[in-house]
T-cell receptor
Framework: GAVVSQHPSWVICKSGTSVKIECRSL??????MFWYRQFPKQSLMLMATSNEGSKATYEQGVEKDKFLINHASLTLSTLTVTSAHPEDSSFYICSALEDRGGQPQHFGDGTRLSIL | AQSVTQPDIHITVSEGASLELRCNYSYGATPYLFWYVQSPGQGLQLLLK??????LVQGIKGFEAEFKRSQSSFNLRKPSVHWSDAAEYFC???????????FGAGTTVTVRA
């Protein structure tokens, strides 16, 4: 149980395009999801908390207009990297909290984003 | 705000030998503590967690961790390492009010034959 699916797993696109990453909780409801960014050989950096039915809460230093988050339902959150540039290339990971039980966070397998 | 320190960036261990990964945290109350493992290019898998109760917790894949309040530590151990245990290990601390996690920098474990 508690499976989180993240799609796509890998995306390559041209500079200036927008890229959408989906995070789905497959077998549980998740009012709260999280988006992380991970640079090579580094730890996870929390970007934002995604809340179903309300605006996302962004961490300090994260551009909310660059990283658009939409939590459309109790099982789906999306992260859109707008007008992506090479410096946005990274590994993006989402996680979800079960509405029943809270912790721990369940993580997706991540999305490798490469901007050319 | 809480913080997490994993003092060892990289550990190399022989297959069959024991492994201990250190984790220290800074937090005012009793935190929620977690150990996650990450294989290259993958997401994070939960090994074990501590919320309250018995300070020695058992996890998956033969791992265990001990919460020591006096030392603000939550070290991960495995008695006998397998080659498949080579991965990145992250210690994380959470709060019960907003569910955010703070991660340590991670420890890379290399297993030699």
């Amino acid at each position: 149980g508690a499976v989180v699916s993240q799609h796509p797993s890998w995306v390559i696109c041209k500079s200036g395009t927008s890229v959408k990453i989906e995070c789905r909780s497959l077998d549980f409801q998740a009012t709260t999801m999280f988006w992380y960014r991970q640079f090579p050989k580094q730890s996870l950096m929390l970007m934002a908390t995604s809340n179903e039915g309300s605006k996302a809460t962004y961490e300090q230093g994260v551009e909310k207009d660059k990283f658009l988050i939409n939590h459309a339902s109790l099982t789906l959150s999306t992260l859109t990297v707008t007008s992506a540039h090479p410096e946005d290339s990274s590994f993006y990971i989402c996680s979800a909290l079960e509405d029943r039980g809270g912790q721990p966070q369940h993580f997706g397998d991540g999305t490798r984003l490469s901007i050319l | 705000a809480q913080s997490v320190t994993q003092p060892d960036i990289h550990i190399t261990v022989s297959e069959g030998a024991s492994l201990e990964l250190r984790c220290n945290y800074s937090y005012g109350a009793t935190p929620y503590l977690f150990w996650y493992v990450q294989s290259p290019g993958q997401g994070l898998q939960l090994l074990l967690k501590y919320f309250s109760g018995d300070t020695l917790v058992q996890g998956i894949k033969g791992f265990e961790a001990e919460f020591k309040r006096s030392q603000s530590s939550f070290n991960l151990r495995k008695p006998s390492v397998h080659w498949s245990d080579a991965a990145e290990y992250f210690c994380a601390v959470g709060e019960d009010d907003d569910y955010k996690l703070s991660f340590g920098a991670g420890t890379t474990v290399t297993v030699r034959a």
